[in-house]
């Protein structure tokens, strides 16, 4: 079974910094999922990556398949991004989740 | 508009009182699977459906039973529901199954269970 595993747990960013989330896992695998969820509880995929990077908006996500490492980075961030940003691999095994608060 | 829908969104209920939650999805999607999030743990799978009359038992299958009769619904049935059963439930689906293709999930909106 997959470990996966993300850092920081928790990250607290003035707005308009620049944001890096990190996953890692254990496991070979074929995709890395990212989630967001939002402060009510709902869950909305934003990424699912199996190799180099996606752009959607001021999201960024990156993977590398030989290292196992993905990172997710937020460009000029913005209170609206705070939420539960949650990375997941192919087999749905998800890491805990990191919380993120973006201060006005 | 596609989504997965659940219900109820909030259920109070006691110790050993059955009770069903519904998931029910309009896309046609052949995978459905069930989690539950608790604090500190994430995000667990509970039992998975490849297509209809297909279904798994997920990382913590105890204490939940499902069904998949059709292709758009997959309900979570808690037959003696426990204390230890309150957490925070999501249905997803997805067009395949996950894994080697790597499908998006779609996720419902979640169902907080309280078991006093």
């Known amino acids: 079974k997959n470990e996966v595993e993300q850092s920081p747990q928790n990250l607290t960013a003035q707005e308009g910094e620049f944001i890096t989330i990190n996953c890692s896992y254990s496991?070979?695998?074929?995709?890395l999922h990212w989630l967001q969820q939002h402060p009510g509880g709902g869950i909305v995929s934003l990424f699912m990556l199996s190799s180099g990077k996606k752009k959607h908006g001021r999201l960024i996500a990156t993977i590398n398949i030989q290292e196992k490492h993905s990172s997710l980075h937020i460009t000029a961030s913005h209170p609206r991004d705070s939420a539960v940003y949650i990375c997941?691999?192919?087999?749905?095994?998800f890491g805990e989740g990191t919380q993120l608060t973006v201060n006005p | 508009e596609a989504q997965v829908t659940q219900n109820p969104r909030y259920l109070i209920t006691v110790t050993g009182k059955k009770l069903t939650v519904t998931c029910s999805q309009n896309m046609n999607h052949e995978y459905m699977s069930w989690y539950r999030q608790d604090p500190g743990l994430g995000l667990r799978q509970i039992y998975y459906s490849m297509n209809v009359e297909v279904t798994d038992k997920g990382d913590v299958p105890e204490g939940y039973k499902v069904s998949r009769k059709e292709k758009r619904n997959f309900p979570l049935i808690l037959e003696s529901p426990s204390p230890n059963q309150t957490s925070l439930y999501f249905c997803?689906?997805?067009?395949?199954?996950?894994?080697?293709?790597?499908?998006?999930?779609?996720f419902g909106p979640g169902t907080r269970l309280l078991v006093l």
């Open positions: 997803a689906s997805s067009l395949f199954s996950s894994g080697s293709r790597g499908e998006t999930q779609y």
């Open positions: 997941a691999d192919s087999w749905l095994t």
């Open positions: 496991v070979g695998i074929s995709a």
